[in-house]
């Protein structure tokens, strides 16, 4: 890997790790918006940065013939993993949300196995998925057991991993070879269409903090838009393979993010959990070539 796209995969996995930070802000039940309308702004402004690139760069018109295709990626990818997230947020530590998501890998594998990938059965990866698995569970059960976070904000969050795993697997199988840019920059705009009643509807009665309003235009900005092309421009010069790699590194920035600014506690169950699921994780992701 060049000294560009190791600061290019840093850059990655940082600007894909802060916006569990930035969420938590935004979703302040006194402070924030509602999780609908911090979804809303985030992919309206994600969408204004990757339609246009993607215009420019004439991949657009390609991937916008597979719309119905993107539809049901935007579904999983974006409509249901961010508004439960947000939601979750409301009651469980960036960290935590951010540990939680690194299961993502895992629910690949089991998907991959559905679609005739055999590898998934090679002992490292089995392993590898017994590990994260137990990762989860020693989390969730510790978590909740004492009391230190919601067990169903924690669902919530691992449904949206499963809703990650799918949908990549999804527009993988169904759009081989189309920007994922193009892709993605579609499916905001479709996120954005589906969302916008709630800006009438949910609009909080409340102020908001000027703190809450940056940091919705730092997760469209930043974690939606240019994490989304620095990603993309990445997996094309080192492969999806190593690109994905990217997934362990945002959880590590997540969780030292929410401790170092943001004060949130390391739980028993975070400091148990984080490296059975990171490890798993890596493992199940893992093929061999025997």
Avoid at 8 to 34: C, H, K, M, Q
Avoid at 175 to 182: I, K, L, N, W
Wanted: proline share 4%; charged share 10%; hydrophobic share 55%.
């Amino acid at each position: 890997m060049s000294r560009r796209n190791l600061i290019l995969f840093i850059l990655a996995g940082f600007l894909w790790g802060i916006p569990y930070l930035f969420i938590r802000i935004a979703v302040d039940s006194e402070t924030g918006f509602s999780p609908a309308i911090v979804v809303f702004m985030r992919v309206f402004i994600g969408a204004l940065i990757l339609v246009p690139i993607a215009i420019y760069d004439k991949s657009f018109f390609t991937a916008i013939r597979g719309w119905k295709y993107i539809a049901v990626y935007a579904f999983f990818e974006m409509v249901i993993p961010w508004i439960l997230i947000g939601t979750a947020e409301q009651s469980i530590t960036s960290g935590l949300a951010g540990l939680l998501v690194a299961s993502v890998p895992i629910f690949s594998t089991l998907i991959s196995s559905r679609h005739g990938d055999k590898t998934v059965w090679q002992p490292r990866r089995l392993i590898g998925i017994s590990v994260g698995f137990l990762g989860v569970f020693l989390l969730v059960g510790i978590e909740s057991i004492t009391g230190s976070s919601d067990p169903v904000a924690i669902l919530m969050v691992l449904g949206a991993s499963f809703g990650y795993a799918y949908a990549v697997i999804y527009i993988t199988r169904k759009m081989p070879g189309v920007s994922g840019v193009a892709i993605n920059g579609i499916a905001m705009a479709m996120t954005a269409v589906f969302y916008s009643p709630a800006l009438f509807i949910l609009w909080p009665d409340h102020a908001i903090s000027t703190t809450a309003i940056y940091c919705v235009i730092a997760l469209g900005v930043f974690s939606t838009g240019i994490a989304f092309a620095v990603f993309f421009t990445v997996m094309d010069e080192i492969g999806p393979a190593r690109a994905s790699l990217v997934t362990y590194m945002n959880t590590a920035f997540a969780v030292v993010l929410g401790v170092l600014i943001l004060s949130e506690p390391l739980t028993t169950g975070i400091i148990v959990g984080l490296p059975l699921v990171l490890i798993g994780s890596y493992l199940a992701s893992r093929k061999t070539n025997a």
